[in-house]
Nanobody, 123 residues
Framework: QAQLEESGGGLVQPGGSLRLSCAVSGPIFNGRIAAWFRQAPGQEREFVAA????????YYAESLKDRFTISRDRAENTMYLQMTNLKPEDTAVYYCNGPVFLRDPKWVPGNYWGRGTQVTVSS
């Protein structure tokens, strides 16, 4: 059964960086789009970024595109989210998900979710 497993979260000071990883078991994203979502306490789940697994095309939430970078390593079957200049409002549980599709203007999550990794930005 396909699984997603996130790692790399933690506590970081404002202005710091983190790289999240999502290990993917199974070829669930071949030819499809994988994504990162996040959910802060008391907030709705929010789209962060997505990447075409085969072609590498990337998509970002407009408010995050200057600080976050999504990538994937097909050989390792792993997706990444590099986050820089982190702010307290980036504090959330980050989830990898897919395969997603765009129902303009929103990205619709797929059936596969990881358990999430907590990112806390605080001094």
């Amino acid at each position: 059964q396909a699984q997603l497993e996130e790692s790399g979260g933690g506590l970081v000071q404002p202005g710091g960086s983190l790289r999240l990883s999502c290990a993917v078991s199974g070829p669930i994203f071949n030819g499809r789009i994988a994504a990162w979502f996040r959910q802060a306490p008391g907030q709705e789940r929010e789209f962060v970024a997505a990447i075409g697994w085969s072609n590498g095309l990337t998509y970002y939430a407009e408010s995050l595109k200057d600080r976050f970078t999504i990538s994937r390593d097909r050989a390792e079957n792993t997706m990444y989210l590099q986050m820089t200049n982190l702010k307290p409002e980036d504090t959330a549980v980050y989830y990898c998900n897919g395969p997603v599709f765009l129902r303009d203007p929103k990205w619709v999550p797929g059936n596969y979710w990881g358990r999430g990794t907590q990112v806390t930005v605080s001094s």
